[in-house]
């Protein structure tokens, strides 16, 4: 099995499990506790059909819209996933290469491998950045600071992350970075001898946009989840983010806004989008779903700020659903980190390429020209 | 596989089997008929989902909630459940010390095999006293004062029990206490020695509430389900209740509520009071999960009396869902059953650490610092 045999995100999915080595498979693939919410936010798009229009006259559709200030060639971008290096050497690199290439946006995590700065250098894609408020605030200050030097379009500010969740899948693997080789996950190392020097033999594992603040995260073999909850402020609160947007000054989102008073609530205080989102089932098991979600908080704050919908999204006709449901744009995170995993930067290019030709083909079918002809009368929800 | 591994409720039910001789972890594990309503307990949760609130600032989570008059440090408690020295040596020695160190309730079985004096010496926590109705009156009213002389907090009436459950695992596996042996369990406890000796050796097994009463589940090969039938009182009805219930004189309450009729009734005869309960799954298969039915009975009682919503619990999720929906504490018995089977004292202490982890994670994610901020805007309904 090799790139060209992947069509779709299980194709990818089994490809990079068998390029990867099983701790690093099962950080991307699991989700917390039962994984209910994991399952539900991709089935969430089942409960839902699509109701075509014929003989429209379609043509070429535009595919394009507009997010944090850029228009983008497709309505569905990259979102920001820490430490990519674990899964090809270039990490970020090959992703905003391939978000370039395929005019979206690419969006990089606080624990990206790269920095804001080399990122920036190497590739012109529209740019987010994905924020977690720091205990230490000179930390999230000068993260802020340096992004809007380094030209990024939009801020994100995480904020279902207060607290590690409970991944059990990396509790039996022992996830930790740079990894802890047990005697079962080494078995798993020495059957993927590729991965094992690609890692060695590339730039030693860091997180390079936080390394000169804390040695957290690069020396020491430290899991993402102790650096979680000894890093990030649980106390984070709306004044908070209302002190990170007035830094930023410029196009905002929330990203894990789940309840319609809170999405009024970052209108309030200045955002320009949210994304909807429960972290891919990473965090609170048991959460609703974004698509579950996404119609209600559209249909209170749809006209006051973008609506992104995150998670889930795995078919050109889930994104088609979220967009008639009232979202300007999706993100999606496992199926683009496989991707990068089973082919680098060339598999990103093509999940991306994939994505773009099925939401084409699905606006051909379902008769419309423009994204914004998506409206609620074009899906039926089944209960 | 040991304690170490077990992180959720599936690796304490993976090791308990691993450890008990299998009619013993059928009892436990099994329930009545087709489990149908045994499986619902649990996927009832999944029909409903949590809608977080963010940016709250929740540093510190406080956990604690009042029932019964008493303030437990946690939202759950443990449920009473019989014969707990047939799952672990220390049996109800275990469960009540992991209890008081978590100043949680202990739910102390009728059918317990450490005796209510004993565990009152050992443990000041809150303790609840699960009371079954013989028809042997002699035999209610020595329990009842044993249980009020012993500082019980509280006495709970199980009335879902008023006949054996068709528990079908136990009539394949001839599960009787004391142990049946036949020719396929003995192939069972022979390949567990250590479960074996430690029954033998570890003091001899008896049912101390009963005992003095009867010769039913001492000498004999009794099975449980036989003890329902021929010793419980199938004439049991309000006016039993509402005598027991000022004869005790103080919290009391009806385990095994899951009609709203009997909610408002329970109230009446001066409950303060009712798990809403199916027993587990044990006893009517086809019945109403307690989470599908939470709703509606917290709508009628909840402002008169404490609702507890009990059984197919696993998860902290599980419990916020409960809590959102109205319900003053939560309560499972399997929840720490196995974990007891497992490690003893020290794996009830493990999985109680799990599942306090678990809401005090489940809580700041929710945007909730404590309980009373729970509320159904939480939850939509799929
Ligand atoms: C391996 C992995 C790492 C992630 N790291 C981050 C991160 O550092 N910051 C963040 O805000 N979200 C992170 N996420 C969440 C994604 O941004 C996104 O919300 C999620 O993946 C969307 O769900 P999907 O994977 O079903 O598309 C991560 C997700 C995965 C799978
Ligand atoms: C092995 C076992 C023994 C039980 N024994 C009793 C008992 O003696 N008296 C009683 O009222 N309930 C008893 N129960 C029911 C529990 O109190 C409780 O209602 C039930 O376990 C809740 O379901 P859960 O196991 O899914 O949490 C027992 C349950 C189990 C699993």
Redesign the interface.
């Known amino acids: 099995m090799n790139l060209d045999d992947c069509y779709n995100f299980h194709d990818f999915r089994k490809l990079a499990k068998k390029k990867l080595p099983a701790p690093i498979f099962h950080y991307i693939d699991g989700g917390s506790?039962?994984e209910?919410?994991l399952n539900?936010n991709t089935n969430a798009f089942n409960?839902c059909d699509l109701v075509p229009n014929i003989l429209a006259s379609v043509g070429e559709p535009d595919l394009s819209t507009t997010v944090f200030g850029k228009k983008i060639d497709m309505p569905l971008f990259l979102s920001p996933c820490a430490m990519q290096s674990l899964y090809t050497p270039e990490g970020d690199k090959a992703s905003a290469r391939a978000a370039e290439k395929h005019g979206t946006m690419y969006s990089m995590s606080t624990m990206a491998s790269f920095s804001i700065e080399e990122v920036a250098e190497i590739s012109n894609c529209p740019k987010l950045f994905q924020l977690y408020v720091h205990k230490d605030q000179s930390i999230t200050d000068d993260l802020i600071d340096r992004c809007r030097a380094a030209n990024f379009n939009g801020l994100c500010l995480t904020?279902?992350t207060?607290?590690?969740?409970?991944r059990?899948r990396d509790?039996?693997t022992g996830f930790t970075t740079p990894p802890k080789l047990t005697l079962e996950s080494l078995l798993s190392f020495a059957m993927r001898p590729e991965w094992v020097f690609k890692y060695l033999t590339n730039k030693k594992f860091e997180l390079a946009n936080i390394k000169n603040k804390t040695d957290k995260g690069t020396n020491i073999a430290k899991s993402v989840i102790d650096y979680i909850n000894e890093q990030y402020d649980?106390?984070?609160?709306?004044k908070?983010?209302e002190y990170c947007i007035k830094r930023w000054n410029g196009p905002f989102a929330?990203k894990?806004?789940?309840?319609v008073?809170?999405a009024k609530?970052a209108i309030d205080i200045g955002c320009t989008a949210i994304m909807i989102s429960n972290h891919g089932g990473r965090?609170?098991?048991?959460?609703?779903?974004p698509f579950?979600?996404v119609k209600a908080i559209s249909d209170a704050v749809g006209d006051k700020l973008e609506i992104i919908l995150d998670g889930g999204v795995r078919r050109g006709t889930h994104v088609l659903k979220a967009l008639a449901a009232g979202a300007k744009a999706c993100s999606f995170g496992k199926m683009f980190l496989f991707s990068l995993g089973a082919g680098g930067q060339q598999g990103v290019e093509r999940v991306l390429q994939n994505m773009h030709d099925e939401i084409r083909r699905n606006m051909i079918l379902m008769g419309c020209k423009s994204l914004k002809e998506l409206d609620n009368s074009k899906i039926i929800y089944k209960? | 596989m040991n304690l170490n591994d077990c992180h959720n409720f599936g690796d304490f039910r993976k090791l308990a089997k691993k450890k008990l001789p299998s009619p013993i972890f059928h009892y436990i594990d099994g329930a009545a008929d087709d489990e149908i309503t045994y499986a619902r307990n649990t996927s009832a949760f999944d029909d409903v989902d949590l809608v977080p609130n963010v940016l709250r600032g929740v540093e510190n989570v406080d956990l604690s909630t009042t029932i019964f008059g008493k303030k437990l440090d946690l939202p759950f408690y443990l449920a009473p459940t019989a014969l707990q020295r047939l799952f672990h040596y220390d049996g109800e020695r275990a469960v009540g010390k992991a209890a008081k160190k978590y100043n949680t309730m202990f739910g102390v079985s009728a059918l317990a095999t450490v005796s209510v004096e004993e565990i009152s010496s050992m443990i000041d926590t809150p303790k609840m006293f699960q009371f079954y109705f013989h028809k042997d009156r002699g035999l209610n009213d020595a329990c009842l004062e044993r249980a009020k002389a012993a500082k019980f907090d509280v006495m709970a009436l199980t009335v879902d029990t008023i006949t054996g459950g068709n528990r079908e695992r136990d009539l394949r596996t001839g599960f009787t206490s004391p142990p049946k042996l036949t020719l396929s369990s003995l192939f069972s406890f022979a390949t567990k020695p250590m479960w074996g000796i430690n029954y033998l050796t570890k003091g001899k097994f008896e049912l101390p509430h009963l005992q003095d009463h009867v010769k039913e589940g001492t000498d004999t090969n009794t099975s449980i389900g036989n003890y329902f039938s021929t010793m419980l009182d199938q004439s049991m009805n309000w006016k039993d209740a509402e005598k027991l219930c000022s004869q005790w004189g103080g919290h009391f309450a009806l385990k095994g509520i899951m009609s709203v009729d009997d909610a408002k009734r329970a109230v009446d005869i001066g409950c303060t009071g009712i798990m809403v309960s199916n027993h587990g799954g044990r006893q009517l298969d086809g019945s109403r999960a307690p989470f599908d039915q939470l709703a509606e009975i917290v709508d009628a009682v909840g402002d008169k009396l404490d609702v507890i919503c009990e059984g197919g619990i696993h998860r902290g999720t599980h419990m916020l869902k409960a809590l959102s929906l109205g319900a003053k504490a939560c309560s499972g018995g399997r929840l720490y059953l196995y974990a007891l089977a497992a490690g003893g004292q020290a794996g009830v202490e493990r999985a109680i650490e799990k599942y306090k982890t678990e809401l005090i994670r489940d809580m700041k994610l929710m945007g909730c610092t404590k309980i009373s901020d729970l509320n159904r805007n939480n939850l939509r309904f799929r």
């Open positions: 506790d039962d209910v919410t539900r409960d904020v279902d207060l607290v590690a969740g409970n059990e509790h039996r649980p106390a984070m609160n709306w908070d983010a929330l894990g806004v789940m309840s008073e809170d609530r965090q609170l098991d048991g959460s609703r779903s579950d979600q209960k």
